[in-house]
């Protein structure tokens, strides 16, 4: 018995060993607190909240096992009491390496961070403290204004910072499941993959996402958030709810016999309902009502026009009297020597050739929906069938320009 716990000790200190050893072969790393920045000296409460929240998620992705490098124990230390101790005015690179090296680590990360207008601007270095060089800087980024309520943007912002500087990129694993056997499954609003009998396994950066799924059948999923760390696997089920199916299209009939049911066959009445002649009817008659109203608006324009174009030009030519009248025309409202007094009769021919246009456009527009909301029947004359099996006639609408003799006004005449 005893040389059997000494065999387990024995075993259990070579691990420990080997562990160490294991440890030993990778630098050390010291983390400081990010150092609050501002030129006016006026700190708020929510960016010290910012910085300690980036500091402690720097922190715990340098104390995680599968990084090139192994945290520093007693290397939480603020940047600024740090600088304070050894008489720093700055982050000189001889200055900061005295720190890490008094702080026992072989590589040290610090940075500052300052509230902007549009978030918070954050700058970190790794610097190498043996060789007392930076071995690369992080600068700038910027951090929402809203990441101090949301951790895991925190977390997302330190982990993707914290990689770049030491070159890590490694990939979590997320498996996606859901009760649809096929489907598409979109990772922050994008296409990433197709479920095969119900899942789907991806390989995503360490971070934080919004999974959603588009499945025939079924209605697009809620977008869930899931986060994804590296080196782990992380399982996520969407549930996604049968979409509603639409009502059937297409006409019933239904044969009722009229009074006591005692008549003959030949005498039932067919009467047969449709799904859609209403919605058609609501939708026209609307417009049909508002090309009316731009075809009489219109037309009234078209009719003021011409009778102050007629005025303009009666009192052009009493203006003119003794001279040779010319025709009211582009030529004559373009010549010099009648520009002046053609000024207002040439801007109210103008005037009702557009009344014209528009009078035009407003006929075609009541043809059209016209034929559209009456033309093609109602829900009730389309639909029912009467005793004698003849259809109810459709209801017709015509509309009639009727212009006077001298191109001047116009009116119309609608029949249906």
């Not at 600068?139 to 949301?150: E, R």
Request: charged share 20%; hydrophobic share 35%.
């Amino acid at each position: 018995m005893t040389r059997a716990l000494s065999s387990i000790c024995a075993a259990l200190l070579v691990l420990c060993a080997l562990a160490g050893t294991a440890l030993a072969g990778k630098p050390t790393v010291g983390v400081l607190g990010l150092e609050v920045y501002d030129p006016t000296g006026q700190i708020d409460q929510s960016t010290t909240a910012v910085a300690k929240d980036l500091t402690d998620a720097l922190r715990s992705r340098a104390k995680l096992p599968n990084g090139p490098y192994q945290f520093q124990p007693g290397s939480e230390k603020e940047l600024i009491d740090e600088k304070l101790i050894k008489n720093c005015d700055n982050e000189a690179v001889s200055c900061m390496s005295q720190i890490g090296k008094d702080l026992g680590a072989d590589y040290l990360i610090y940075g500052r961070l300052e509230k902007k207008p549009d978030g918070y601007q954050v700058s970190i270095n790794l610097l190498n403290v043996t060789k007392k060089k930076f071995e690369k800087a992080k600068s700038p980024m910027t951090v929402p204004l809203g990441a101090a309520k949301d951790p895991q943007q925190i977390l997302s912002v330190a982990t993707k910072a914290y990689n770049e500087l030491v070159g890590v990129v490694t990939n979590g694993t997320l498996i996606v499941k859901s009760n649809a056997d096929r489907g598409t499954v979109l990772i922050d609003n994008e296409p990433k993959g197709t479920l095969a009998s119900g899942s789907l396994t991806l390989s995503l950066p360490e971070g934080p996402y919004r999974v959603a799924i588009e499945a025939d059948g079924f209605e697009r999923s809620t977008e869930t958030k899931v986060t994804v760390r590296s080196g782990e696997t992380t399982s996520q089920d969407v549930r996604l709810v049968e979409a509603k199916k639409p009502p059937p299209n297409g006409n019933t009939t239904v044969v009722t016999p009229p009074g006591d049911g005692t008549k003959k066959p030949d005498e039932l009445i067919h009467t047969t309902t449709g799904t859609t002649s209403t919605a058609k009817s609501n939708v026209w008659k609307p417009m049909f009502v508002a090309s009316v109203v731009v075809a009489l608006g219109a037309g009234g324009f078209w009719g003021f026009s011409y009778y102050k174009e007629q005025q303009a030009a009666d009192d052009a030519a009493k203006k003119l009297q003794g001279m040779n009248h010319p025709a009211l025309n582009e030529s004559s409202c373009n010549d010099p020597q009648y520009k002046t007094v053609l000024k207002d009769a040439c801007k109210y021919k103008d005037w009702t050739t557009y009344g014209i246009i528009g009078t035009g456009v407003g006929v075609a527009l009541i043809a059209v929906t016209g034929y559209m909301a009456f033309g093609r029947g109602d829900s009730e004359s389309d639909a029912k069938v009467g005793l004698t099996g003849k259809r109810v006639p459709k209801k017709a609408i015509a509309v009639t320009p009727i212009l006077q003799p001298n191109g001047g006004g116009a009116a119309f005449r609608i029949d249906w």
